[in-house]
C-alpha cells in the first residue's frame, strides 16, 4: 500500500512538470534582457528553433514580436548557452511560432 503511493505521488509530479511547458506563441511585447532572476531562459540558435524573434521598435502586439526595453517590461529574459526553457531564432519576417 505504501508503495503504491509512493508511485502515484511520483507519477504526479512528472506529469506536473510537462504541464508546466512554455507557451511560445505568447512570448511577446516589451522584453527586458537581464542577467539574474528572468522569468524565462532562452538560447538563440540557428535551426530547430521553439520561436522565431523579430525585434521591432514599437507595437510589438503580436507572438514573436520583441520590443527590447530597459524598464517596465512584459517578460525578463536571460539569455542562455544551455538548458533553456526554449530556444529562439532571430528573423527578420514572419514571426510566430514556425
Known amino acids: ?20 511547458a512554455v507557451d511560445v506563441s505568447q512570448i511577446y511585447g516589451k522584453i527586458q534582457i537581464v542577467d539574474s532572476f528572468p522569468d524565462y531562459k532562452v538560447q538563440v540558435v540557428d535551426a530547430f528553433e ?6 521591432v521598435d514599437a507595437f510589438a502586439d503580436s507572438p514573436g514580436q520583441w520590443q527590447i526595453v530597459d524598464s517596465f517590461p512584459d517578460y525578463k529574459v536571460q539569455i542562455v ?5 526554449f530556444t529562439i531564432k532571430y528573423v527578420d519576417a514572419f514571426p510566430g511560432p514556425p
Open 1 to 20: 500500500m505504501r508503495l503504491s503511493g509512493v508511485i502515484l505521488v511520483t507519477v504526479a509530479a512528472l506529469s506536473s512538470s510537462a504541464v508546466l
Open 50 to 55: 521553439d520561436l522565431d524573434v523579430q525585434k
Open 81 to 85: 548557452d544551455s538548458f533553456p526553457d
